[in-house]
């Protein structure tokens, strides 16, 4: 088995509340893909979204702030550990579809938290 270094990823930083969604919804979209269902991701509708949230960030308490980024970086971290591991179901040819599924709901299921704590 062969290693890659880390590629350089943008990582948004804590406070780009619209950032951070947008990244997880790419996410999402990729284990949507592997899992066999159509991709959610909508272009235009996502910059909106993520401007909404990237206001309503700007116009949270410092509390709603903190908590969104604290799941923010939870889910993207628990969002990572589960695309690596499908990623090696998929090198050790496993099968992974309904892992994918399971990780795309709770993905997509952590999104709506997300924009819940901002209240978008």
């Known amino acids: 088995m062969s290693h890659e270094p880390p590629r350089a990823v ?7 509340a619209g950032g951070q969604v947008a ?3 790419h996410v999402l979209g990729l284990v949507e893909t592997m899992a066999g269902l159509p991709a959610s991701a909508d ?4 910059m909106d979204e993520a401007a909404r949230l990237s206001a309503a960030y700007a ?3 410092p509390i ?10 939870e889910t993207a971290a628990w969002a990572a550990s589960g695309v690596e591991t499908l990623l090696h179901l998929e090198e050790e040819q496993l099968p992974a579809a309904a892992a994918a599924s399971r990780l795309a709901r709770e993905l997509a299921f952590a999104v709506d938290r997300l924009k819940a704590t901002l209240r978008a």
Do not use: E, T
């Open 23 to 25: 990244q997880l919804r």
């Open 59 to 61: 116009d949270a308490l």
């Open 43 to 46: 272009g235009d509708g996502r």
């Open 10 to 16: 943008h990582a948004p930083l804590a406070g780009d």
């Open 64 to 73: 709603d702030r903190r908590r969104f980024d604290a799941l923010a970086s």
